[in-house]
């Protein structure tokens, strides 16, 4: 077998890898690059081979990192079978075609600036119709169920733990080799899925690396820490903005109001949902309760918290620009890369009694990042934004495993397989690297875009 590296090459997102075996062609995953001055550029690129010849494409989990360049793979001319879990195929409904709507949305933004400058006009990466035609490649699979994207190459997909449906992918062929893909890996202490399964016996691990570098705080630590920020926040009645990801972290934020109601004084505010993506996401999880921890009370559904407010149009979500204090507002993007958050963080950042809960990872480059790292001026669509708002970085939410979490499922695989560092960027894989040193395991790579690797 040869894998070649395509994409989250010592960086996150844009996960693709390209396995060969047998004559045949397997892509693991096919995601979008997300943040960074050239990220359009980037997704708008060429692949690096032709889309016709992939023979299958085995999709870890739905997050546009990982799923969002399909829709483009099958428009370029890819006939094949998507296989996925049957949640990552409900979610990828609904995320691609939210994806197509801001690549739409973004092509026009840009065709606008480009007439009054007599340039030529660009087109989305794929618009509505390609999605649909996308969404029809998609063949639903279970957890731990072996199945053939291609004759003599055995796939199964088995539980990560990071969000709804996650998987990292076990592909076997009959000579015996065998690699294993991570995707995206989850806490052992995440408080609505279960933890990652054990991995198996393999030659090669693909291993992603986001948090390769740091440890997670504990989740007694962050409730306290989220409860503080809150009771701070009630003393001089700001508005709490939280970006958060549509899909995963917004339902754990809902799980841990309901679960901390009492303990947070949350009867005090009114929070609001407003992401129609995330009220969709949240009935998706409501269908396949199954998949989440069975020892959590989630009351009748993930929206029922007593004073959850939804907003689902677009003038709901404008009439939270009136409220001054005592709101909680949970929004999407995670990264503040686009949709409703940025407007609220364009009527709010600037006070100094708001307070912004970062729930999640901030790509490089992302107005999320930017807030982390300390800007004290930020620029929202052409306004110069002063930063008077208290920033929080709430590091144990992450759904991404960290450094011990990543040690731990490596050391799971019988044997001593090689182990290939993928999505992470190089501070974060040079720490694990280490790490994976000092605990016996000194076979470790950190390939490069275009990389291959021999199995």
Same mark, same amino acid.
């Given at each position: 077998?040869?894998?070649t590296?395509?994409?989250?090459?010592?960086?996150?997102?844009?996960?693709?890898?390209?396995?060969?075996?047998r004559?045949?062609?397997?892509?693991?995953?096919?995601?979008l690059?997300?943040?960074?001055a050239?990220?359009?550029?980037?997704?708008?690129?060429?692949?690096?081979?032709?889309?016709?010849t992939?023979?299958?494409?085995?999709?870890?989990?739905?997050?546009?990192?990982h799923?969002?360049?399909?829709?483009?793979?099958?428009?370029?001319?890819?006939?094949?079978?998507i296989?996925?879990?049957?949640?990552?195929?409900?979610?990828?409904?609904?995320?691609?075609?939210?994806?197509?709507?801001?690549?739409?949305r973004?092509?026009?933004?840009?065709?606008?600036?480009?007439q $009054? !400058?007599?340039?030529?006009?660009?087109?989305?990466?794929?618009?509505?119709?390609?999605?649909?035609?996308?969404?029809?490649?998609?063949?639903?699979?279970?957890?731990?169920?072996?199945?053939?994207?291609?004759?003599?190459?055995?796939?199964?997909?088995?539980?990560?733990?990071?969000?709804?449906?996650? +998987?990292?992918?076990?592909?076997?062929?009959?000579?015996?080799?065998?690699?294993?893909?991570?995707g995206?890996?989850? +806490?052992?202490?995440?408080p609505?899925?279960?933890?990652?399964?054990? +991995?198996?016996?393999?030659?090669?691990?693909?291993v992603?690396?986001?948090?390769?570098?740091?440890? &997670?705080?504990s989740?007694?630590?962050?409730?306290?820490?989220?409860?503080?920020?809150?009771s701070?926040?009630?003393?001089n $009645?700001?508005n709490i903005?939280?970006p958060?990801?549509?899909?995963?972290?917004?339902?754990?934020?809902? &799980?841990?109001?309901?679960?901390?109601?009492?303990?947070?004084?949350?009867?005090?505010? !009114?929070?609001?949902?407003?992401?129609?993506?995330?009220?969709?996401a949240?009935?998706?999880?409501?269908?396949?309760?199954s @998949?989440? $921890?069975?020892?959590?009370?989630?009351?009748?559904?993930?929206?029922?918290?007593?004073?959850?407010?939804?907003?689902?149009?677009?003038?709901?979500?404008?009439?939270?620009?009136?409220?001054k204090?005592?709101?909680?507002?949970?929004?999407?993007?995670g990264?503040?890369?686009?949709?409703?958050?940025? &407007?609220?963080?364009?009527?709010? @950042?600037?006070?100094?009694?708001?307070?912004?809960?970062?729930?999640?990872?901030?790509?490089?480059?992302?107005?999320?990042?930017?807030?982390?790292?300390?800007?004290?001026?930020?620029?929202i669509?052409?306004?110069?934004?002063?930063?008077?708002?208290?920033? &929080?970085?709430?590091?144990?939410?992450?759904?991404?495993?960290?450094?011990?979490d990543?040690?731990r499922?490596?050391?799971?695989?019988?044997?001593?397989?090689?182990?290939?560092?993928?999505h992470?960027?190089?501070?974060?894989?040079?720490?694990?690297?280490?790490?994976?040193?000092?605990?016996?395991? +000194?076979?470790v790579?950190?390939?490069?875009?275009?990389?291959?690797?021999?199995?």
């Amino acid at each position: 077998m040869k894998v070649t590296i395509l994409g989250a090459a010592q960086e996150v997102t844009g996960s693709c890898h390209l396995l060969e075996t047998r004559g045949k062609r397997i892509l693991l995953d096919c995601g979008l690059y997300q943040g960074g001055a050239d990220s359009h550029e980037r997704n708008a690129q060429s692949f690096s081979f032709d889309p016709k010849t992939i023979d299958a494409v085995v999709l870890s989990h739905a997050h546009i990192d990982h799923s969002g360049r399909l829709p483009h793979l099958v428009k370029r001319g890819f006939s094949g079978k998507i296989f996925a879990h049957r949640a990552t195929r409900d979610l990828c409904r609904i995320m691609l075609r939210d994806s197509a709507f801001l690549q739409e949305r973004g092509a026009a933004w840009e065709n606008r600036k480009r007439q $009054r !400058k007599h340039l030529k006009l660009i087109q989305p990466l794929y618009n509505q119709k390609d999605v649909q035609i996308c969404m029809r490649k998609f063949k639903a699979v279970d957890f731990d169920d072996w199945f053939e994207p291609v004759k003599g190459v055995r796939v199964r997909l088995r539980s990560a733990g990071h969000i709804l449906g996650a +998987s990292f992918v076990e592909v076997s062929e009959e000579a015996g080799s065998a690699i294993i893909f991570s995707g995206d890996l989850g +806490s052992y202490t995440a408080p609505l899925l279960e933890p990652p399964k054990a +991995s198996g016996a393999c030659d090669l691990m693909l291993v992603e690396s986001t948090y390769g570098n740091r440890l &997670h705080r504990s989740m007694s630590e962050t409730w306290k820490e989220i409860g503080e920020i809150l009771s701070n926040a009630d003393a001089n $009645r700001g508005n709490i903005l939280i970006p958060a990801f549509a899909v995963g972290r917004t339902q754990q934020i809902l &799980h841990a109001f309901h679960s901390h109601f009492e303990e947070w004084g949350l009867n005090r505010w !009114k929070v609001f949902l407003d992401s129609p993506l995330a009220i969709e996401a949240c009935e998706i999880h409501d269908r396949h309760r199954s @998949l989440l $921890r069975q020892d959590i009370d989630l009351g009748p559904n993930l929206t029922s918290l007593k004073n959850l407010h939804i907003s689902k149009t677009a003038k709901q979500s404008m009439a939270l620009n009136n409220v001054k204090s005592g709101a909680i507002i949970v929004a999407g993007s995670g990264m503040c890369e686009g949709g409703r958050i940025r &407007h609220h963080l364009k009527h709010n @950042l600037w006070r100094d009694n708001c307070h912004v809960l970062i729930v999640g990872y901030q790509a490089g480059g992302t107005l999320g990042r930017r807030l982390v790292e300390g800007a004290k001026r930020v620029s929202i669509w052409g306004e110069a934004i002063q930063v008077g708002a208290k920033i &929080h970085t709430i590091g144990g939410l992450s759904a991404h495993a960290d450094q011990n979490d990543l040690i731990r499922w490596i050391q799971d695989a019988p044997g001593n397989p090689q182990v290939a560092l993928v999505h992470g960027e190089p501070e974060s894989q040079e720490g694990l690297q280490a790490a994976l040193g000092d605990a016996g395991i +000194s076979n470790v790579i950190r390939p490069t875009l275009g990389e291959v690797i021999t199995v």
